[in-house]
């Protein structure tokens, strides 16, 4: 549904919308309430506070709801089946002893972030994050602490490739609004996700995980296992090899569906039977749902017959349903938020100000970013909303423009963000310690990415 005109002037909408996020704080963390009944009646009484007609305000809700369900639970369930597969039979402990050699315990943390960032040029945030759930968890039970210094390192790393690097779609469609080069912005976006990586979130885990305890969590994955990794512990756990297939397998496979769509898009390439279907096996819940058919077919002898793998895979379903659930209605409230007009409202206001344009950039994604939650929609909506300012400006500047606009559309990920529920969930935090970590490393993450961009805005 598209957004509506705002109901009231944009102080009262922003009220509303402090309100509504106040209210979600009192329910969640005073009266106790589950996350998930507490954001479907705060995004009930958020859309009607806000004026959308009371006759679509169900319609609002469960279309927002649905899509957030519809990008979320196919991947959620397929990575959580392949970690699961991964964790009992061994192989996240044969990749994590291998990381570990290769590295050292002390740059288990940093390998894994880079890792990470290999790992996050064609996969989005949410499906790579869960992909490599069993190898943080791994490296995390061997080591002990805190689960944050490994969690952190590999979470950012994912989320700065997705605002950042083509080909994912904000900084797509965001190059595309404002005309700037996709090349320059892949060649200068690749060292400023590093960059901001490094500081934002590396740096960031290694201060905020001696602070901050999070035991690693049981719920997912199970119980600790032995390093023969089998459910008995009589059966020899994987080669890296096969191991390292696995992981590679949905990188390979949704890497062939960005060339292919973007030779197709370019004109370079017709489209073709050839080509459709590389397309569909390189969609996302697809190539998932290949890798865990090829893990059943390579680890499924290692965990034990075929009634004891299907009751492996059917076990690894059960903890999830709240991670998805929850993750279904917070994007259920951005939605309500994004469709009664508060983002527009915000972003009209925030227009006129006079500023440095790569500062209103940011400002204007970091508004859209707060008021309604979703990352890709704040990049994409400032990059149309400044694009007539941007004509004629040098390539460097107008990647450097997309940049802060990232930067703005990262920070503070809070209640109306699927991300802030699905990282919080996966990692068995409570919503307080969600915010005190979650939410300030993904800000220090976009400062650090709008502080890379005003530096390439005046040398260019």
């Given at each position: 549904?598209?957004?509506?005109?705002?109901?009231?002037?944009?102080?009262?909408?922003?009220?509303?919308?402090?309100?509504?996020?106040?209210?979600?704080?009192?329910?969640?963390?005073?009266?106790?309430?589950?996350?998930?009944?507490?954001?479907?009646?705060?995004?009930?009484?958020?859309?009607?506070?806000?004026?959308?007609?009371?006759?679509?305000?169900?319609?609002?809700?469960?279309?927002?709801?649905?899509?957030?369900?519809?990008?979320?639970?196919?991947?959620?369930?397929?990575?959580?089946?392949?970690?699961?597969?991964?964790?009992?039979?061994?192989?996240?402990?044969?990749?994590?002893?291998?990381?570990?050699?290769?590295?050292?315990?002390?740059?288990?943390?940093?390998?894994?972030?880079?890792?990470?960032?290999?790992?996050?040029?064609?996969?989005?945030?949410?499906?790579?994050?869960?992909?490599?759930?069993?190898?943080?968890?791994?490296?995390?039970?061997?080591?002990?602490?805190s689960v944050l210094r490994y969690a952190l390192p590999s979470a950012g790393a994912f989320a700065a490739m997705h605002a950042i690097v083509p080909p994912h779609?904000?900084?797509?469609?965001?190059?595309?609004?404002?005309?700037?080069?996709?090349?320059?912005?892949?060649?200068?976006?690749?060292?400023?996700?590093?960059?901001?990586?490094?500081?934002?979130?590396?740096?960031?885990?290694?201060?905020?995980?001696?602070?901050?305890?999070?035991?690693?969590?049981?719920?997912?994955?199970?119980?600790?296992?032995?390093?023969?990794?089998?459910?008995?512990?009589?059966?020899?756990?994987?080669?890296?090899?096969?191991?390292?297939?696995?992981?590679?397998?949905?990188?390979?496979?949704?890497?062939?569906?960005?060339?292919?769509?973007?030779?197709?898009?370019?004109?370079?390439?017709?489209?073709?039977?050839?080509?459709?279907?590389?397309?569909?096996?390189?969609?996302?819940?697809?190539?998932?749902?290949?890798?865990?058919?090829?893990?059943?077919?390579?680890?499924?002898?290692?965990?034990?017959?075929?009634?004891?793998?299907?009751?492996?895979?059917?076990?690894?379903?059960?903890?999830?349903?709240?991670?998805?659930?929850?993750?279904?209605?917070?994007?259920?409230?951005?939605?309500?938020?994004?469709?009664?007009?508060?983002?527009?409202?915000?972003?009209?206001?925030?227009?006129?100000?006079?500023?440095?344009?790569?500062?209103?950039?940011?400002?204007?994604?970091?508004?859209?970013?707060?008021?309604?939650?979703?990352?890709?929609?704040?990049?994409?909506?400032?990059?149309?909303?400044?694009?007539?300012?941007?004509?004629?400006?040098?390539?460097?500047?107008?990647?450097?423009?997309?940049?802060?606009?990232?930067?703005?559309?990262?920070?503070?990920?809070?209640?109306?963000?699927?991300?802030?529920?699905?990282?919080?969930?996966?990692?068995?935090?409570?919503?307080?310690?969600?915010?005190?970590?979650?939410?300030?490393?993904?800000?220090?993450?976009?400062?650090?990415?709008?502080?890379?961009?005003?530096?390439?805005?005046?040398?260019?």
């Amino acid at each position: 549904m598209e957004a509506l005109e705002p109901a009231y002037s944009t102080p009262v909408m922003l009220v509303i919308a402090a309100a509504a996020v106040a209210l979600l704080l009192v329910l969640i963390m005073v009266v106790r309430l589950h996350a998930f009944l507490a954001l479907i009646v705060v995004s009930a009484v958020t859309a009607v506070a806000a004026g959308i007609p009371l006759g679509d305000v169900p319609a609002v809700m469960i279309e927002f709801f649905s899509t957030t369900l519809g990008s979320v639970a196919l991947l959620v369930a397929l990575g959580v089946m392949l970690g699961r597969l991964l964790e009992v039979t061994g192989g996240a402990q044969v990749l994590a002893d291998t990381l570990v050699s290769r590295f050292g315990e002390q740059r288990a943390p940093f390998a894994l972030g880079v890792a990470s960032l290999i790992f996050a040029f064609p996969i989005f945030f949410d499906a790579g994050l869960v992909v490599f759930l069993p190898i943080i968890l791994t490296v995390a039970r061997r080591f002990g602490g805190s689960v944050l210094r490994y969690a952190l390192p590999s979470a950012g790393a994912f989320a700065a490739m997705h605002a950042i690097v083509p080909p994912h779609p904000g900084p797509v469609a965001a190059s595309a609004s404002l005309g700037a080069s996709i090349g320059v912005v892949l060649l200068v976006g690749v060292p400023v996700a590093a960059v901001s990586w490094y500081v934002g979130s590396y740096l960031f885990s290694r201060v905020v995980s001696a602070r901050v305890h999070v035991p690693v969590t049981d719920l997912l994955l199970g119980e600790v296992r032995d390093h023969d990794g089998g459910p008995d512990g009589g059966r020899r756990a994987p080669a890296f090899g096969v191991v390292l297939l696995l992981l590679l397998l949905p990188m390979v496979l949704i890497s062939l569906n960005t060339v292919v769509s973007s030779l197709i898009t370019a004109g370079t390439l017709e489209e073709s039977a050839l080509a459709d279907t590389l397309l569909l096996l390189g969609n996302t819940p697809v190539a998932l749902l290949i890798s865990v058919l090829a893990a059943i077919v390579l680890l499924g002898s290692r965990a034990g017959s075929r009634s004891e793998v299907q009751a492996l895979l059917d076990g690894a379903l059960g903890p999830i349903c709240s991670v998805i659930l929850i993750t279904g209605a917070g994007g259920m409230f951005g939605g309500v938020l994004r469709t009664s007009g508060i983002g527009d409202a915000l972003t009209t206001s925030l227009g006129g100000l006079g500023l440095p344009l790569v500062l209103q950039a940011f400002l204007i994604a970091t508004a859209l970013r707060v008021a309604q939650g979703s990352a890709t929609v704040a990049l994409t909506t400032t990059a149309g909303l400044v694009a007539a300012s941007a004509t004629g400006l040098p390539e460097l500047q107008l990647a450097a423009l997309v940049f802060a606009i990232a930067g703005g559309s990262t920070v503070l990920s809070h209640f109306n963000d699927s991300g802030f529920w699905l990282v919080g969930r996966l990692f068995d935090m409570d919503e307080k310690t969600t915010l005190r970590t979650w939410t300030v490393m993904e800000t220090t993450l976009g400062l650090m990415m709008f502080a890379c961009a005003s530096v390439l805005w005046v040398l260019a």
